[in-house]
């Protein structure tokens, strides 16, 4: 058991230790290499922009497997809500404030909350049934 823990562990230094590689360098080429505060600001802001991308692209993998098995037993609703509605408010408040760094990513978080709600309403109805049926 204990074994299973080290391997867990080692595998989560392995997936944390480039993300803060890649933030160290980030900062550091910040800070030397961009002099202009816009700069600074446009470099940081894309960097984020593409974290932001990749973390409401992230269910997709979820989603790919809720299609396959016709389940949503991989897919929390409250989750999927949560996502949806924390985008949709942060897109708001980013397009009101002309803010394309908050907005953008958001504005792909946002239809993808909604692909999640459609799909569970879609596949909580077939796995309703079928819980009748073995019933």
């Known amino acids: 058991m204990e074994t299973n823990m080290k391997i867990d562990t080692d595998k989560s230094a392995a997936g944390v230790l480039p993300v803060v590689a890649v933030l160290c360098v980030a900062a550091l080429t910040s800070a030397f290499v961009f002099h202009d505060h816009h700069k600074r600001k446009v470099f940081i802001g894309?960097?984020?922009l593409f974290a932001s991308v990749?973390?409401?692209g992230s269910?997709?993998?979820v989603v790919k497997?809720?299609?396959e098995t016709k389940s949503v037993k991989f897919m929390p609703f409250y989750l999927s809500?949560?996502?949806f509605?924390?985008?949709s408010l942060w897109m708001a408040y980013g397009l009101l404030s002309h803010d394309l760094f908050l907005a953008t990513p958001n504005l792909v978080g946002s239809p993808l909350g909604i692909l999640q709600l459609l799909l569970y309403c879609k596949y909580k109805k077939k796995a309703t049934e079928q819980e009748e049926n073995t019933l």
């Open 59 to 61: 269910p997709l993998v």
């Open 46 to 48: 894309s960097i984020g």
């Open 54 to 56: 990749t973390m409401y």
């Open 85 to 87: 509605l924390a985008s």
């Open 81 to 83: 809500l949560t996502s």
């Open 65 to 67: 497997l809720v299609i």
